[in-house]
């Protein structure tokens, strides 16, 4: 089967839910108050697209082209991010719901998360060097041998993760979270 090309084109209010859409690729779309909850994105691209008050959760994205995408408003539980593409895969979230899903193995640097909640995201293994972390609720999110390098989390809240375990120079941190950081020692911090 032939893939469809689609280019510049807005789509708005559709409901996609369940529904397996391979075989398209689509450049520099978007998407605004769509239902992609449990569909099926594998095999598809996406190239400089930008997904509005959509919502994504438990969607399939089994090698999915995530290129230069921005995601505002969404919904996005549960999904696993390591599935999909490594090709040029890079997004922006600002205002997004990201509980559950999974990062594995990703290059996400310089990646944005503004005022999202990442609560129990896996970020194991991925690089997260110089990202943004603003706003954000990382309650119980996984940090395992990841990239921390410059990426700033000072205005972010209930992020732990082991400085032995990750690359952590010049990471950007709150006084607040030190006691995060440290949770492996059992200290007393008063």
Do not use: W
Not at 13 to 25: A, M, R, V
Not at 90 to 112: A, E, G, P
Not at 138 to 166: G, H, I, Q, W
Request: with cysteine; net charge negative; aromatic share 14%.
């Amino acid at each position: 089967m032939e893939t469809v090309l689609h280019q510049n084109k807005t789509f708005d209010t559709i409901d996609y839910s369940d529904q397996k859409l391979s075989d398209n690729e689509f450049v520099n779309c978007e998407f605004i108050n769509c239902n992609f909850s449990k569909s099926d994105f594998s095999y598809v691209d996406f190239l400089d697209c930008t997904f509005k008050n959509c919502n994504l959760s438990l969607a399939s994205l089994k090698s999915t082209g995530l290129k230069n995408i921005k995601f505002i408003g969404c919904k996005l539980m549960g999904l696993d991010f390591s599935a999909s593409n490594s090709f040029l895969f890079s997004m922006n979230f600002q205002d997004c719901l990201l509980d559950y899903s999974t990062f594995i193995y990703k290059k996400l640097k310089k990646t944005s998360f503004i005022e999202c909640s990442l609560k129990e995201v896996d970020f194991s293994n991925t690089d997260l060097s110089l990202a943004i972390f603003k706003n954000c609720d990382l309650a119980n999110a996984t940090f395992t041998e990841v990239n921390l390098e410059k990426t700033d989390f000072r205005s972010s809240r209930n992020y732990a993760f082991d400085p032995s375990e990750n690359k952590i120079k010049r990471t950007k941190v709150s006084h607040v979270a030190l006691a995060g950081l440290l949770e492996k020692f059992d200290l007393d911090i008063e």
